[in-house]
C-alpha cells in the first residue's frame, strides 16, 4: 500500500469528511443526522481497517512515506510489513482536537515495548522514520530513492515463488528487506539503537491512573521531553485525555484483541462524536487554524473518573455493535 501522492502516506482524510460534518452542523442541520454521518464513516473505515490487518491470503505491505497520521495511521500499521523511510512522519494528534486516539491504536500501540505507545498516544508526539524503527512501530526502515526498485524486487519474489502461502511469502520478504537495510545501515546506526528516554517513559506510564503519570513527570520535571509531555497535555481536550488513558490501559492490561479493540473504537467514537469537544477541536485544527479550543472540561479535575470508565463498558443502543461485529466477521471484503 502506498500513498496516493508524494507528501502523505495518509494524514487525517477522516477529517477532513468530518470538516464537512461540521459545516452541516453549523448551518443547522439536524444534530442527529450529524452524528449519525459521523457514525457512519467511523463504521467503514473501523471495518476497512481490520479487514485489511485479517486478510488471510494476501500480504499486505505498506511503504509508510509522508505523513502517517489519524485512520491513515491505522491502515498502515496493521499492514503484515510496515516500511519507514527518512520523510516519514508518524502520529496519533487525537486528543489534541477532542476525540481519543482510535484507528485500532490501542491494539498496535500497545504492542511496542518501553510504554512508548502509550507515550504516542497520550502526547500525539510527532516521530521520525528512524524514530519508529527504533519503537519497533516499523519492521524496516529504506530509504525513498530505493522504493520503486523495492516494489520491482518485492513483485519479483512473489512471482519467482508462485505458490507460496502467505507466511512463507512474508518470510522472503523479511530476509530479503532485512538484507537491503543492513547493506545501507550498519549494526552501529542510529536506527538500531534504543528510542532517547525510553527508560523514562517506561517508568512515567507504567501507572494504575492517570494522577500516577503526573506525579511521575513531576519526579523528572527539569528534563526538555517531561516539559514538553506536560504541555501537550495541557493543550488536550481534558475528557479525551482521560478516555485515552483508560482506553489504552485496559487494552494492555486485559491484552484485548485487535477486534476487540475496534469494538471499544467505535463504542467511545459513537459517544465522543456527540461530545461538543469533538467538534470544537474540528474548529480550530481545519477552520479557525491557531485558535485556541474551548473545551467542555477546564481541566481533568472538574471530571469525575467513573464517567470515563462507564464509558468503556457501556454497550451501544440499537444493536449497533453487534452490526459491527457482523461486519468484521463477513467473509467478503
Known amino acids: 500500500m502506498l500513498g496516493a501522492g508524494e507528501k502523505s502516506f495518509s494524514s487525517g482524510g477522516d477529517l477532513k469528511a468530518h470538516l464537512d460534518n461540521y ?3 453549523q448551518n443547522n442541520q439536524s444534530q442527529q443526522e450529524v452524528v449519525q454521518n459521523v ?11 481490520y479487514k485489511l490487518a485479517t486478510l488471510k491470503d494476501t500480504l499486505f505491505v505498506s511503504f509508510l512515506n509522508g505523513y502517517v497520521m489519524g485512520q491513515g495511521a491505522g491502515y498502515g500499521m496493521n499492514s503484515h510489513i510496515k516500511i519507514a523511510t527518512e520523510k516519514t512522519v508518524f502520529a496519533m494528534p487525537e486528543v489534541q482536537i477532542g476525540f481519543f486516539a482510535d484507528a485500532s491504536g490501542s491494539y498496535f500501540l500497545n ?28 519492521d524496516f526502515y529504506i530509504d525513498t530513492n530505493m522504493q520503486q526498485e523495492l516494489i520491482k524486487s518485492l513483485a519479483y519474489i512473489s512471482n519467482f515463488n508462485e505458490g507460496s502461502n502467505k507466511f512463507q511469502l512474508q518470510q522472503l520478504y ?18 538500531y539503537q534504543k528510542y532517547k528516554n525510553y527508560e523514562y517513559i517506561r517508568e512515567i506510564f507504567e501507572v494504575d491512573s492517570f494522577n500516577e503519570i503526573l506525579v511521575n513527570l513531576d519526579k523528572y520535571q527539569h528534563k526538555d521531553f517531561v516539559k514538553e509531555i506536560k504541555y501537550s497535555f495541557e493543550k488536550a481536550a481534558p475528557w479525551s485525555l482521560l478516555t485515552n ?8 492490561k486485559e491484552k484485548l484483541s485487535l ?19 469533538f467538534f470544537e ?20 479535575y472538574e471530571i469525575d473518573p467513573q464517567e470515563i470508565k462507564a464509558q468503556l463498558y457501556e454497550e451501544l ?5 453487534k452490526e459491527l461485529i457482523q461486519n468484521l466477521e463477513k467473509e467478503e471484503f
Open 259 to 277: 477486534k476487540e479493540c475496534v469494538l471499544l473504537d467505535y463504542r467511545l467514537g459513537y459517544k465522543l462524536v456527540q461530545n461538543a469537544d
Open 281 to 300: 477541536g474540528i474548529r480550530c485544527t481545519l477552520i479557525d487554524r491557531g485558535d485556541t479550543p474551548k473545551w467542555k472540561h477546564k481541566s481533568i
Open 111 to 138: 504492542q511496542i515495548p518501553d510504554n512508548l505507545g502509550i507515550y504516542l498516544a497520550m502526547t500525539g508526539k510527532k516521530i521520525n522514520g528512524m524514530e519508529m524503527k527504533q519503537m519497533q512501530l516499523c
Open 174 to 191: 523479511h530476509e530479503y528487506l532485512d538484507y537491503l537495510q543492513r547493506q545501507n545501515y550498519n549494526e552501529d546506526h542510529i536506527i
Open 317 to 321: 443502543p440499537y444493536n449497533l455493535e
Open 245 to 252: 488513558f483508560e482506553l489504552y490501559y485496559k487494552s494492555k
Open 23 to 25: 459545516k452541516q452542523w
Open 39 to 49: 457514525i457512519n464513516h467511523l463504521k467503514t473505515v473501523f471495518t476497512c481497517s
